[in-house]
């Protein structure tokens, strides 16, 4: 099959690539190998997507974006993508059950954050285990919280958490941050911020929701339960690029380099949303990220219309 | 009054800055001496912002933003800013009211299409007469419509047209066009558009919506009426920058220059949306933008926290 634009991944980046992209009048198509929505289907109230004044579950709001995408025209396939490859400007997209062509491509793939792979982490997440403090940091006002993590992300996270959380507990591997010098001096400064240092978490306990973590000093090995509302773990996000192949410019994290149009070092391919090398992950950067893909693709497209079309010919 | 971060400007771009910063827990005005909504108030319907499977009107959707930033504690002051001044690190709002000082400034004042100036065009802007292909175009099915310009804009968004209309008849005052040689050629060799050289626009016809433009050629001074069901005039976009002062950096046209966080050259100040130098003008790029701007002034008043106490006690 030959489309004009195909998108790997279908969470909101995607998801929004393929209603501009299709919209814009191109030929789409949009693989998920898994659940259409990614990452945040498994949030239940996003409350700071704009235009939804009361907020909306993940599940719901990329199930509209999905709709919305259809209704213009774009083709959802649930193939997991086996090899990207290039001929000529032409893509390649092989999958178990076929051959996929398109004149531009734009990954999607998304990241996910980098678990303790411990007991309860999973099935409690969402339930008072979260990764992100900007998405959930306000359902914790009064509450006690624990932030897992020593860098930059973690203790910045952390001191952001006092404005909801009477106590925050920095709970770290080693005996020092690896957060920069001034960020870990304001949250020394910080009354409300309290470390537990040498310690790791080794299993997450709850019913319905968080109750306590059950940690372990890596030193004296003593067991201690700690009480808590939530817990925000920050110890790395991970860029999912197993696809990519070499010849897409990646940085040291294996996060994928684009510039403002979104356009990678590979003429015709483009990344949006949490794959993307970026400042903010959120699902409204993931949506323009993937607006201003579509566009920056359809410009493409246009402008590299007569070599394209030749090449589309001979295969 | 004191506030942490005051924002310029209610359109997409502040309504989002206005719901991350306030519910990042910042004290949060935002200040707009028009209508809560900007440009895409005028818009019947949107079917381009992701989440919205029927489309929904720039209104409404402008309406559920404002109604969520109010939730999270944002304040709507309806007041015309007549100065914005600096004070070390502070930053002073002066309105015919009063003054308002702020530790971070967001500004979002938008932009707006340079208009012909011709009878008829404002009274049918929405119905028929539109300055976005992007936005639009889908609308045009199978129709005729002119694109008045010769700029790259008017020439890739009159090649874009082609997709969807039957006929794109572009309409220039000057007997060669301005675009780049490499899409004037494209243009040429596209059987769907045709040209109209030396001539002016002098009125939009129509009752409901748009019948037919009130052509003039600029030599012979003949006057023609051409029947149209759509005009997509792209003569320019200008900056609402008149506030600006001289110290923050703007590109040639007139926008904000900022780097990825939407940084300006002055710490503290920010800018989102259609005010900024960017590639692409949506509602979700606005909206996008306004994050990333809130989050980023909400982390440099934590790094700046120390030096911004000191200042505002002394006020």
Same mark, same amino acid.
């Given at each position: 099959m030959k489309y *004009?634009v195909i998108i790997i991944g279908a969470g909101?980046a995607g $998801?929004?690539a393929a $209603?501009? /992209?299709?919209?814009?009048?191109?030929?789409t198509a949009i693989f998920e190998k898994a659940m259409v929505?990614g990452?945040?289907?498994?949030?239940?109230?996003? +409350?700071?997507?704009?235009?939804?004044?009361?907020? %909306?579950?993940?599940?719901?709001? @990329?199930? =509209?974006?999905?709709?919305?995408? +259809?209704?213009?025209?774009?083709e959802f396939i649930s193939e997991e993508i086996t090899a990207i490859g290039l001929e000529?400007?032409c893509k390649v997209i092989e999958t178990n059950s076929g051959e996929y062509r398109a004149?531009s491509l734009i990954i999607c793939t998304g990241?996910?954050?980098?678990?303790?792979?411990?007991?309860?982490?999973?099935?409690?997440?969402?339930?008072? &285990?979260?990764?992100?403090?900007?998405?959930?940091?306000?359902?914790?006002?009064?509450?006690?919280?624990?932030?897992?993590?020593?860098?930059?992300? !973690?203790?910045?996270?952390?001191?952001?958490?006092?404005?909801?959380?009477?106590?925050?507990?920095?709970?770290?591997?080693? *005996?020092? #941050?690896? !957060?920069?010098?001034?960020?870990?001096?304001?949250?020394?400064?910080?009354?409300?911020?309290?470390?537990?240092?040498?310690?790791?978490?080794?299993? %997450?306990?709850?019913?319905?929701? %968080?109750?306590? #973590?059950?940690? &372990?000093?890596?030193?004296? =090995? =003593?067991?201690?339960?700690?009480?808590?509302?939530?817990?925000?773990?920050?110890?790395? %996000?991970?860029p999912n690029n197993g696809l990519l192949e070499s010849?897409i410019? #990646?940085?040291?994290?294996?996060?994928v #380099?684009?510039?403002?149009?979104?356009? @990678?070092?590979v003429?015709?391919i483009y990344a949006?949303?949490?794959i993307?090398? @970026?400042?903010?992950?959120?699902?409204?950067?993931?949506? /323009?990220?993937?607006?201003? !893909?579509?566009? /920056?693709?359809?410009?493409?497209?246009?402008?590299?219309? *007569?070599? $394209?079309? &030749?090449?589309?010919?001979?295969?």
């Amino acid at each position: 099959m030959k489309y *004009d634009v195909i998108i790997i991944g279908a969470g909101p980046a995607g $998801l929004s690539a393929a $209603l501009y /992209s299709a919209r814009g009048g191109l030929k789409t198509a949009i693989f998920e190998k898994a659940m259409v929505g990614g990452q945040i289907t498994v949030t239940d109230n996003v +409350e700071n997507y704009p235009g939804f004044e009361d907020g %909306i579950s993940g599940f719901d709001l @990329t199930a =509209k974006m999905k709709t919305q995408a +259809e209704r213009f025209g774009a083709e959802f396939i649930s193939e997991e993508i086996t090899a990207i490859g290039l001929e000529g400007l032409c893509k390649v997209i092989e999958t178990n059950s076929g051959e996929y062509r398109a004149k531009s491509l734009i990954i999607c793939t998304g990241a996910h954050p980098r678990r303790l792979n411990v007991p309860g982490e999973e099935r409690l997440t969402g339930r008072g &285990v979260s990764y992100c403090a900007t998405c959930d940091g306000a359902l914790y006002r009064d509450k006690v919280v624990a932030v897992i993590g020593g860098g930059d992300s !973690a203790i910045e996270e952390g001191q952001f958490l006092t404005r909801f959380a009477k106590k925050v507990i920095v709970i770290h591997r080693r *005996d020092e #941050l690896r !957060a920069q010098k001034i960020i870990q001096d304001r949250a020394f400064n910080n009354p409300k911020i309290e470390f537990i240092w040498d310690t790791v978490v080794q299993e %997450i306990h709850g019913d319905q929701r %968080i109750e306590k #973590l059950e940690l &372990v000093n890596r030193k004296s =090995k =003593k067991i201690t339960m700690l009480p808590i509302d939530g817990v925000f773990i920050y110890v790395g %996000i991970l860029p999912n690029n197993g696809l990519l192949e070499s010849r897409i410019e #990646l940085d040291n994290a294996g996060f994928v #380099l684009t510039d403002e149009n979104m356009q @990678t070092n590979v003429p015709g391919i483009y990344a949006a949303g949490d794959i993307r090398h @970026t400042v903010l992950r959120q699902v409204v950067t993931a949506t /323009s990220d993937g607006a201003v !893909a579509a566009w /920056s693709a359809e410009k493409w497209i246009i402008e590299n219309y *007569d070599a $394209l079309e &030749v090449e589309s010919a001979k295969q």
